[in-house]
Each structure stands twice: as structure tokens, then as C-alpha cells.
């Protein structure tokens, strides 16, 4: 079984930064598509970032220039770098993942628990 754990969340200033990690779990063969998404109260679900296994990256226009989404695949694990925070970036961050698991070649798409982001003074 394949599990998606993120950490890094937290309580911040506006302006300030925080580091989001992800760290898929279990048997894999391997992971293609690594992606953070947000969801604030009473609003949907929207993607932030994502790269794939080439690391080619895209962005929601609101984080251009703000985040910025790496991975490290010998520990399967994504991370989403976030400076010059504003109020609107709260939400809860999730990761999400395309993961094709030991023995099989078809990938499955996994999300991660989520992480609460505040931005307030």
C-alpha cells in the first residue's frame, strides 16, 4: 500500500516562508506526476503546483514567483517552498501523486492527508 505523508505546515506571518514536504511511502516502481493542491474553507480544491518525473514544473498564476515545487526522487518526495506569504495562501495543503507500485506498470493516483497553512499576524 502507498501512502503520501505531508509535514511543514504551520502558523506564519504574512511575508514569511514555509517549506512543505511530501514523502510517498510503500512498495514503488515509480512516481510520474508530483503535484500540491490547496483547499481553503468553503472553496474547491485547487492545484498549486506540480512537476513531473523530468522535472518540468507549472504554477496557479496566484504562486508564480512565490513557490517554487522541487523533488527529490531517490526518497520519493516532493517539497513546495513558500516565501512572501499572504492571508489568501490559507488553506489546507495537499500532495498528490501518480505512483505506479511494485509489480504493476499502470499508475494510481494518491493524496496525502493534508497540512494546515495559516498566514495571519
Known amino acids: 500500500q502507498v501512502q503520501l505523508v505531508e509535514s511543514g505546515g504551520g502558523l506564519v506571518q504574512p511575508g514569511g516562508s514555509l517549506r512543505l514536504s511530501c514523502a510517498a511511502s510503500g512498495s514503488i516502481f515509480s512516481i510520474n506526476y508530483m503535484r500540491w493542491f490547496r483547499q481553503a474553507p468553503g472553496k474547491q480544491r485547487d492545484m498549486v503546483a506540480s512537476?513531473?518525473?523530468?522535472?518540468?514544473?507549472n504554477y496557479a498564476d496566484s504562486v508564480k514567483g512565490r513557490f517554487t515545487i522541487s523533488r527529490d526522487n531517490a526518497k520519493n518526495t516532493v517539497y513546495l517552498q513558500m516565501n512572501s506569504l499572504k492571508p489568501e495562501d490559507t488553506a489546507v495543503y495537499y500532495c498528490?501523486?501518480?505512483?505506479?507500485?511494485?509489480?504493476?506498470?499502470?499508475?494510481?493516483?494518491?493524496w496525502g492527508q493534508g497540512t494546515q497553512v495559516t498566514v495571519s499576524s
Open positions: 512537476i513531473a518525473a523530468g522535472s518540468a514544473t
Open positions: 498528490n501523486a501518480d505512483v505506479a507500485p511494485s509489480g504493476s506498470r499502470s499508475y494510481v493516483n494518491y
